[in-house]
């Protein structure tokens, strides 16, 4: 029994009890232990990759209760690749300046940065959870910071954050009665000791049922349309550094349980044949969201809102890579996990230092940005082509990924879509390519503006070079984590 | 028929719940109406649960001389995942109570067409309110750099 498994959280929680007290005593010292505590996890998170990557899975019985009974925590490669990704994106938006992250100079004794590490500490005890009931807790955990940390962004950002709180637990307390069919019929929460009753009880219709509402809960958590309601509004009403904590890992979350769950608990004898068509509707429902997602994208004048439907249209390719279900497939969805994370949070945090420079939001007037702020442009170039899908960058892969796997399937409809939605997002960043790189500095706010911060720039080229590198290595990422990974949870 | 009735009325009680509760967070205008239905709907989901816990003839899980067989107690797991859970949700209450505060300090008005109508503009914009917006986010020239509330995002509709 390693500890292993649980060392990505500890830093994380502990981490955010030390900021709300020391920020007590001087508010900046809190992101310091931000940074420190986001550093540490990154640490254990990478070092139990390798280590599970090479040796299989580890788990922790937390109080040294032995499973069933007690709460496990499991670290496989699919959890220690998530909780890596966490922990980096968590260590960027720390490293990110406070008045820009989060809309506020938080004065002694803000929670600001100890909210942050209680939504990391969320996330990565989802992703860490082997047992059910502790996923539902740690999803609660995860939901109420982010209530909190949008409701930074004003009164539009508290209206927003006011009904994401409706439906965030609407979701959640779906996915509690799911849970409750599934314990009244197995007897079990720990999801090791569920996957092996289940195959033997699939046409019992409660389980039937707790499936659909696990499936229907996590995929609000998740935004897959049409459940993806609050995702505009809680996104592009946050500041720039809550935003993409949101939409990088946040809703990676709710993906990761929903593959959790239907692959490694549920299995393949649920999904699709009898019972419910999960894999249809997941498919259907993906396609309608990237769709959707990327029309409304390119309707929108304002950064933030843009780039937050361009995130619905991001997790409905995920929401299509887990429901056709095959090893290249789940392998294209968990690539894109990745690969949105690092694109979308470079984005927002460049966005993040337009403001801060300029305060503008509204894209007709960004024009000539490019010669004012070029460091910064230069990684937006980056994040921007990268989520188009323009090769070596890492967006083509996971693309390529999940087209293979619906080619696989002889799904065209699936591969059509893929192709014809990366057009759409080449249509919504075009515009923004244009306003920025090639016309002249119309307004004063632009033409007088200068490089935002040695911070802002700093983070935005580490994402952008992240991309750059998992783009090139996408391959050793495949074959050594992600294939085998695929291969053992769908083959 | 009648049987399945009454041995399962628990269980109605819990689907006509669920479906109050969902009907006030969607279609109730007010929000303070929304959170208590918010409020009936995860009540519904603890109620299935200890229902669903119940034994045949069970007393409370509390060990006494019956004996250890697990037939002659109720399930006491679902008992703990509900106060987990309703712990949960009032850590949420207390969560969505807070952000009305916010809203009705902020707008006057609990009524989620008046907020929203508030929020896109079409109200004329009043000097207390942004007073009001400009003491309450003391941001570092994040938002607007000359101070004044005019159109920062473009979208014609006031200040971001």
């Not at chain 1, 229907?216 to 935004?223: D, H, N, R, T, V």
């Not at chain 1, 929903?258 to 699709?272: A, C, E, K, N």
């Not at chain 1, 230069?378 to 960058?393: E, K, N, Q, W, Y």
């Not at chain 1, 920025?436 to 080229?461: H, K, M, N």
């Amino acid at each position: 029994m390693s500890q292993l498994p649980i060392l990505p959280l500890l830093p994380l929680l502990f981490g955010a009890v030390l900021a709300m007290l020391i920020s007590l005593w001087r508010a900046e010292a809190a992101q310091v232990v931000a940074i420190l505590a986001t550093s540490l996890s990154l640490v254990f998170s990478v070092t139990g990759l390798i280590r599970v990557v090479n040796e299989g899975r580890l788990t922790y019985d937390l109080g040294g209760w032995p499973p069933p009974v007690g709460i496990e925590y499991v670290l496989d490669p699919l959890s220690a690749f998530m909780v890596t990704i966490v922990a980096f994106i968590g260590l960027m938006v720390s490293l990110y300046p406070v008045e820009v992250a989060f809309d506020i100079r938080p004065g002694r004794g803000m929670p600001v940065y100890a909210l942050a590490l209680l939504l990391l500490t969320g996330l990565t005890g989802v992703m860490l959870s082997g047992d059910l009931f502790h996923l539902f807790v740690m999803l609660e955990i995860y939901a109420i910071s982010t209530y909190g940390l949008v409701s930074l962004g004003g009164d539009r950002g508290t209206f927003a954050a006011f009904r994401y709180l409706l439906l965030g637990t609407v979701g959640s307390g779906l996915y509690l009665l799911g849970i409750g069919f599934l314990y009244f019929s197995t007897g079990t929460l720990n999801m090791a000791d569920m996957a092996a009753i289940l195959p033997g009880i699939a046409d019992s219709p409660s389980v039937l049922g707790g499936l659909g509402l696990i499936v229907i809960g996590l995929a609000l958590k998740m935004a897959l349309f049409p459940l993806h309601i609050w995702l505009p509004d809680a996104h592009s009403f946050s500041p720039p550094g809550v935003a993409a904590l949101l939409a990088a890992v946040q809703v990676k979350a709710g993906a990761y349980s929903l593959i959790r769950i239907l692959f490694d608990v549920f299995g393949p004898t649920y999904l699709g044949a009898e019972g419910l068509p999960v894999s249809t509707a997941l498919i259907w429902f993906g396609l309608a969201g990237v769709v959707v997602g990327s029309v409304l994208a390119i309707r929108q004048r304002d950064i933030k809102r843009m780039l937050a439907y361009s995130t619905v249209a991001q997790l409905g390719y995920i929401g299509v890579g887990i429901g056709l279900a095959t090893p290249l497939a789940l392998v294209g969805a968990l690539l894109h996990v990745l690969n949105h994370a690092l694109m979308k949070s470079a984005l927002f945090l460049v966005a993040g230092g337009i403001i801060q420079r300029t305060g503008l939001k509204a894209i007709p007037r960004f024009a000539g940005l490019g010669k004012r702020m070029p460091l910064t442009m230069f990684g937006f170039a980056i994040a921007a082509l990268s989520m188009v899908g323009i090769p070596p960058l890492a967006g083509f892969w996971s693309k390529f990924y999940l087209v293979l796997g619906a080619v696989e399937v002889g799904n065209w409809v699936v591969a059509v879509v893929i192709g014809a939605s990366s057009l759409l997002t080449l249509v919504y960043f075009l515009r923004l390519f244009e306003q920025i790189f090639v016309r002249e500095p119309e307004e004063a706010l632009v033409a007088e503006a200068t490089e935002p911060g040695s911070r802002i720039v700093g983070t935005v080229w580490t994402l952008a070079a992240a991309i750059v590198l998992v783009g090139a290595f996408t391959v050793v990422l495949v074959g050594d984590v992600l294939g085998p990974l695929a291969e053992r949870m769908v083959g | 028929m009648i049987e399945l009735f009454l041995s399962r009325y628990v269980y109605l009680f819990v689907l006509a719940l669920l479906a109050i509760g969902l009907y006030g967070v969607l279609a109730k205008q007010d929000l303070v109406k929304k959170l208590i239905g918010l409020v009936i709907f995860s009540t519904a989901i603890y109620i299935f649960y200890i229902e669903g816990s119940l034994q045949e003839g069970g007393t409370a899980p509390v060990l006494d001389e019956r004996g250890t067989d697990p037939a002659l107690y109720v399930d006491p797991l679902p008992h703990l995942l509900i106060l987990t859970a309703i712990v949960v949700g009032v850590g949420v209450l207390g969560v969505g109570l807070a952000l009305l505060v916010r809203i009705y300090r902020a707008h006057g008005s609990l009524d989620e067409s008046v907020v929203a109508e508030r929020l896109a503009g079409r109200f004329p914009t009043d000097t207390e309110l942004e007073d009001d917006q400009a003491e309450r986010n003391p941001v570092a020239g994040a938002d607007t750099p000359d101070d004044a509330p005019g159109d920062t995002d473009g979208d014609g509709r006031g200040p971001a």
